[in-house]
């Protein structure tokens, strides 16, 4: 008889064959050496993989424990969500997966995060020759591609090239057996950004059904386009209308943005105490959080200054200042980057409250960094991985619910310590809170076809979106539809399950992130069966 356990093994071979970046980045050997695979039959053998897999999902019991029935569903939902990317939006028309991919199958093997026991850094060679060849299959296939995608690639081609001749041979691991094969492949990337730079614009919008997909099997929610579009509506407007009481009682003079923009005006006393205001805030949150949730303190965070080999193109790719660390060899802990600068810009850029609630809050102490640290131990095994930050996004999309809304619920949670934060630094949440309601709506509104990125652009700027990140935000709801949305729904589903829960507010948190990456509705679905809910 199957078990449980063999299908999650049949799976994670199945999912590796065909992302071998993503095994790297979740710590799993055996693949380091090569690049996923594009040619023009790499779609139909995966095709055949997922008809296996589905003969062997049917085949296999549920389970009798919450991390077999867990796994169960992971698996029946990736089946279901790779079928339709490859019928709706196949990654080999992206060019961007293309870029990225080449990109961090280089990068994830250069993080410190890697260095773990029986892993060198022999693949590295092995990638940058694969490089040439991998580049080529995207010039033969990418023919059209939404121009935001196109232009992202093209940021991507020429600060990876550039990184391949320059700043790599800073890097401490740098070997001279690389050279060649480093510049072979700068040269691939240089053709790759050639042949893309005139490519045909292509519609941004996946369509209902897909996007319906995503939301419903992905992650889990009970809701159509339709009704989850009237539900962000409505928040998004009490949203807006809570804020703008909020800063009237704060300060009758000054409106909310003008108000938040004052924060930035609170930050280090110089640059180089920046990464001290990290640390600083980090363990603050630390401190106050025990009444509420218990701090993955077993498991490190150390805050670094941002190596200069890495500065560019952490500012041109999806470079993240923190980084799941893998899941099946996690070590000791995890690196946050803290990227280096000058001049009082650079301190507002960083101020207090900014710190605080994005990377001391939302990242480090309670958010990401506990939430990770708790999933390396959760039931599902897939639920350990799942979460995985990868070259474009997170490894499984069906942990999009628990891993972003965790993060933006634990900026809220946190103001249920007295004095924790300061009245205006309450503005700055609810504002953020309303950012987040406001991408669902353009989530949902691109991909029906309702809205053209220009039309996603300028809504974005009336939310109040920062200019310098409005781009990058719709270029990120073009490629990886049903992702923004998971922030703010997400955020949500954990506030209705916790109002259902019947013991302590450290109990609940305790038990949610002990599920670990999976769709807060099916953490829902464990808990009442358990008899915890009411």
Known sequence: MTTVGDLVDAYLAHHFTYRPVDASFMGVSGYDHCLPPAGPGAAAAERVGLAQLGRLLAATPVGDTSGDRLDRRMIEAQLTLTGAALDVAPRFANPAWFTGEAAFGIISLLLPSYDSPGRGKDGVLSRLRAVPDFLAEGEARVTAAPRMLTDRALREVASFAAFLRGAMREHPDWRADWAAAADRAAAAF???????????????????????????????????????????????????????????????????????????????????????????????????????????????????WLPPYFAKIARDLYFLPYRSPPGAAAGEGSVYWVIPGTGAAYIAANAVATVKVIHAVHHGSIGHHTQNARARTAPSRLARLAGTDCALGLAMLPSGTMVEGWACYAQDLMAEVPGFYSATERVFLKQLERRNSASVLVDIRLHTGEWSPAHAMDFYASAGFAPARIAAEVTRNIMLPGTRLMYWLGTEAIRALRRRWRGSAVGFHDTLLGYGHVPIAWVADEMARAGQLD
Do not use: C
């Open 190 to 304: 240089d053709r790759f950004g050639k042949s893309i730079e005139k490519l045909p614009d292509a519609p941004a919008a996946t369509g209902r059904a897909y996007l319906e997909t995503l939301m419903q099997a992905g992650h889990g929610l009970d809701l159509d386009a339709s009704s989850a579009l009237a539900r962000a509506e409505a928040n998004y407007a009490r949203l807006g209308a809570e804020l703008a009481a909020l800063a009237h009682a704060n300060d009758a003079q000054r409106t909310w943005d003008e108000q938040i923009a004052g924060l930035a005006e609170h930050g280090a006393a110089s640059s180089d105490d920046v990464i001290e205001l990290y640390r600083h805030l980090d363990a603050e949150v630390l401190a106050n959080a025990p009444p509420l949730v218990k701090p993955a303190t077993g498991y490190g965070l150390e805050y670094r």
